[in-house]
């Protein structure tokens, strides 16, 4: 048993929807979709980057005045530190990992400037690569861990792997016990190198929390311990009475900064910056209550992180994002698979619906109208409640049940018309044919009741002749003769309802316009059968072969028509009194010795448009088999002063 439609194209769509996901189609697409909305909106507003937030960077400028970054005396962060002492909290996104040989005593200032700041977050990494550790590194490295909080659950972000404990590299020993917090400044990009999230928690092999540095940076700025800030994992944060989501812990960026020492690059708001060399001869003031991020901007620096908005973000520039994220901009949160589903549903269910109870053309307007509603729907929850929504996956489901139903429906129709034309072209003119397929509602196959005129011929003498001729001769004649009479029928635009023998059934009504005279049409074929039987008697005897005789009857009214039959074998026709009466009076030719009898209803409706072609003569009532009361009936001849109408009245 063949599967509906429906069924067939929800399978295609779920395998559409699998491919796509599988060689990273929808994947992609979201992706840029998301990175179009966000251009958009920075275009669209000029709202400046958080002015809370700053970067203090050790650009091409500072480089100029102090020398080569790894020349920096350490006393130059101390130095900073002093002048940041207003500050809600300094975040060093350098990597100290080994303590200065040269000057050991930098060292020992530098850990007391970070002490005596008490707000200081200090970065670490890891490495890519394991490498063999002493026994000095691994203490170190348990020393470190030291300082780390236990994973509340074990179960926790489990969607990411736990780091390898061996690959952490965190600050010397000094520093480390002088700093408020510890966070990594390791990111990952997405596959196309593009950073649109942040891990803000991961979790060693032994079970500790590794935290981001721009988390624990927001965590010093506000005054709240990790485990605090970790209250509502693994689905969101909690920061100063805010809330924000990070599934996994996972935080989905709203990108909005661009580099704030390359004003002409990028889109959005340049991020606050200031020089390292200038900070350090600045007011402290300046920098009360501000949460400031130190790193290199500098030329030629490898620490770039591309994001939608600006190609050559620094790291430490992408930090302050990332902390605007978490205490300034709007939240932003994938959209909840429960909704994403319901979307995807609606995607592909509304095609399916609509392709299966209207026609192509209607349910691909509507189609396109619950795409634009869907759209709308995903717009709405992206501007508004910062809900990012799968677009890809919505447009791959509506896109593939909609073209697999809409070529489904369209290859159904086209076989619906090549069935109508095999099915008609039997017994409808060629024009009707075509009428017909463009318009299929005419076919009325399921069945009606209208009004039609039912014509019936028969050859007077079949039987006998059939018996007296040889049946090549009979074959030939019958061809001939049945040629002419359909091509009558179809002269007056008629059916062709049937031959049963030698007798033939034609209907005037079915396809044609309402204002079409019924009557009018069977009696003009009627006499133009005649017209045509007497050109091809003319022929047979020439060749000596005998004339055919006919009897023709003709009766108009109510009927059922359509295509009645079985699944192997159906014929358009009629049913009912009108067609059974039709029959009786092409029998009653033979009782009256007259070649056309027509009914009362037919002479009444047809004679006044026949004047010129046709004369009625009645000849009063007959009793009809069937009939409980007589039937009045008329002789229709040829009228002696007629004019020729080929293609009939209307």
């Known amino acids: 048993m063949t599967p509906p439609l429906w069924l067939r194209a929800l399978g295609v769509t779920l395998a559409t929807l699998v491919v796509a996901s599988a060689v990273g189609l929808t994947t992609g ?77 930098d060292d020992a200032a530098f850990s007391l400037a970070i ?4 707000r200081v977050v200090l970065g670490f990494n890891q490495w890519k690569d394991l490498r063999p550790l002493g026994s000095a590194e691994l203490g170190h490295i348990q020393d470190f861990q030291q300082r780390l909080d236990s994973a509340p659950d074990p179960s926790l972000w489990s969607a990411l792997p736990p780091v390898n404990d061996a690959a952490l590299q965190p600050p010397f020993a000094a520093l480390l016990k002088a700093a408020l917090a510890l966070g990594s400044v390791d990111v990952e990009a997405d596959g196309d190198g593009v950073h649109r999230r942040v891990a803000l928690v991961r979790m060693t092999q032994s079970g500790k929390v590794l935290p981001h540095l721009a988390l624990m940076t927001a965590c010093a700025a506000e005054g709240v311990s990790l485990k605090e800030a970790l209250a509502g994992a693994p689905d969101a944060l909690s920061l100063g009475g805010r809330k924000v989501p990070a599934p996994d812990g996972v935080l989905l960026l709203q990108p909005s900064a661009r580099s704030g020492s390359r004003y002409a ?42 994001t939608p908005l600006d190609s050559g973000l620094r790291g430490v520039e992408f930090n302050a994002e990332i902390v605007a994220n978490l205490l300034a901009v709007t939240p ?50 992206f501007w508004t409640a910062r809900l990012v929504p799968g677009w890809a996956t919505v447009l791959t489901a509506f896109l593939a049940a909609t073209v697999t139903m809409g070529l489904q429906r369209l290859a159904e129709e086209e076989a619906q018309k090549r069935r109508l034309r095999e099915s008609f072209s039997r017994y409808v003119p060629p024009a009707l044919v075509d009428q017909i397929v463009d318009e299929p509602e005419l076919a009325r196959q399921e069945g009606t ?36 009479m359909s091509g009558s029928v179809d002269q007056f635009r008629g059916v062709l309802d049937k031959f049963i023998g ?61 295509n009645i039959g079985t699944a192997r074998r159906e014929q358009f026709t009629a049913l009912g009194d009108t067609v059974n009466l039709g029959s009786r009076l092409q029998s009653a030719t033979k009782e009256l010795s007259a070649v056309f009898l027509v009914s009362e209803a037919v002479f009444q409706e047809g004679a006044p448009q026949l004047s010129a072609l046709a004369e009625f003569i009645d000849r009063g009532e007959i009793a009809v088999r069937g009939k409980e009361q007589p039937v009045r009936v008329y002789e229709v001849r040829r009228a002696s002063t007629r004019k020729e109408q080929p293609d009939g009245p209307r």
């Open 115 to 118: 002490r005596e700041h008490g």
């Open 29 to 105: 697409l979201d992706r840029w979709l998301t990175d179009q909305h966000w251009r958009w909106k920075a275009r669209a507003t000029a709202a400046p980057f958080p002015q809370r937030i700053l970067v203090v960077a050790v650009d091409d400028a500072s480089v100029q005045e102090l020398g080569r970054l790894s020349n920096w005396r350490r006393t130059l962060y101390a130095r900073l530190l002093g002048t940041l002492r207003h500050a809600d909290a300094v975040a060093l996104d350098l990597v100290f990992a080994e303590p200065d040989t040269r000057y050991p005593e």
């Open 502 to 562: 030698d007798e033939v059934m034609a209907l005037f009504g079915p396809f044609l316009p309402e204002d079409a005279n019924h009557s009018a049409l069977a009696v003009a074929c009627g006499l133009n059968m005649q017209d045509r039987l007497e050109q091809l008697n003319k022929l047979w005897m020439a060749e000596g072969l005998p004339p055919f005789k006919v009897g023709i009857g003709a009766h108009v009214g109510e009927a059922i028509v359509g």
């Open 265 to 306: 690059q990028g889109e959005g708001a340049p991020v606050p910056t200031m020089s390292f060399h200038q900070a350090l001869r600045a007011d402290p003031e300046a920098f009360r209550d501000k949460i400031v991020l130190v790193g290199e901007t500098a030329a030629g620096t490898t620490d770039v992180r591309p």
């Open 332 to 381: 932003v949160a994938p959209l909840g698979a429960g909704a994403q589903w319901a979307l995807v549903l609606v995607a592909a269910g509304a095609p399916l619906l609509l392709y299966s109870r209207f026609p192509p053309g209607r349910a691909s307007f509507s189609a396109a109208a619950v795409l634009v509603l869907l759209l709308g729907a995903m717009e709405l929850l």
């Open 449 to 484: 009741r209208c009004r039609v005129a039912v014509l019936f011929s028969d050859i007077r003498g079949f039987t006998s002749y059939s018996e007296q001729q040889p049946p090549e001769v009979v074959v030939r004649q019958m061809r001939q003769y049945l040629d002419e």
